[in-house]
């Protein structure tokens, strides 16, 4: 169990302003399937918000269309914002995660710019005087009638900037605020100087919440990128996570839990002996062997086989097939249904869970695996354990040394020198961190085989068509 901010009973208590800036660290209790499913949310939801950038009316007065774009993003990826408390919980833990694993990524502006769009659309959709006198400290404040009077004149200058008449405006549609926070708005002519202090209108005050939120931004990354070695420390597990999100910042990366190829149940055999990373196969093999496996083992196995490809339908049928020899179909639908169906979000919350990474896999492991405890990563298990399942695997004796050898380093070392044996001249270039990340790769290359072998046999073809014309 991990917590954000103070351990409490109840939900962030911050006011709905500062939500929208992430001022205040939430305060709840969290688990790691909570973090990981959020984070794969909330950056799908801020690639397809970095997509519509050039699209939607982020900087400039929003349209229906633009509200109903971004209303169906967010439905999609944060939940319906009519479950208030639910929503603001995933929006805000997503948000300070997702913050903790871009303070030192090379995809840093990406997220800051695609936060600030989300900030852009949400502003055009809320009361903004409201929002502005709710945040405190900024050194904003409101024009005073006296002052209005005072600075008529000059102040009517903005007025006619934004295309009003001075007769339907008065001193509430004005702030002021030192001057040196806002060089974009005075650059621009949307704020006059006076006495060192910059006025605006509140129709541009949107441009200045989200230039604030910008610097905050930078501010924010800048303190926890300082701190992470104390976080990795004491979450080693949640930074591991962090290594498996992809390359962001063009839109056309997306997190997936897995691949998003269909497969059948049939093909599941197959694919065990040619593209199932260790954990996974071991569990295979245990449940054709022993028609079953424990409840962690088959969350582990369960959501890794949604991962590269197996739908609900399916997936019933190959969990039924599997158990046929020990139970019977009454039994597996009172034991066993339930939490397939959960699995698949079908029950419950509706939560679609992802399927384990590699950290959450070790954090799993049992203490003392068995015969019937055969979930978990086999590469942290004692050497002669591990050393017998790679006998069983038919692994020869050098490679079986060398990852031996590689599990003194780290489980992802060895896991990825068993990926580079199995698949000899591939084009791996990062280290194993998810089950899912290995079996995507290992498609990829024979895939890359098969193209070859294609094409070698075409011009094969072409050659041997060529040497009869010639004759």
Known sequence: MLRAGKKTNQTSTSNDACSLLYINVPDFNCNMSQIENYCIDRFNLLNEVFKLKDTLSAQKSNTSKDNEDFRALSTRFLGPNNLPEQFKIKDELSHYCLRLAMCDSEDRNWFITAESILLANRLNQSDLTSIISSFKGFGWSPVSQEEYKQYEDDLGYLVKKANLNLSEVNNTHFYKLPFQDIPKLIDTKKAIIIKGEAYIYLSNFKDMIIHTFKNYMNFALDRIKADKTRIKEEFPELIQFFTTIPKAGDGKNKLQPGNTKQIRKEDVSPLS?????????????????????????????????????????????????????????????????YNIRHNYGLEGKSTNYSPYSCSKIILKSPHIPGDKLVHGCPYIQSLEKLEQKLLDLGIDDFQRIQILEATKTSPSVACTKHFNFLHPNNTLTKLINHPNQFYDQSIEYYKTLQEKKSAKQSNNKENENQSIDEK
Do not use: H
Request: proline content about 3%; aromatic content about 16%; some cysteine.
């Open 273 to 337: 002996k040619t593209s199932f990373p260790m954990c996974m196969k071991v569990m295979y093999d245990s449940l054709i062997e022993n028609s079953g496996l424990k409840y962690e083992g088959r969350l582990q196995f369960g959501t890794f086989l949604k991962g590269i490809g197996l739908p609900y339908d399916e997936a019933i049928n190959f969990w039924r097939i599997a158990f046929s020899k020990r139970v019977s179909n009454t039994d597996f639908d009172k034991e066993y249904l």
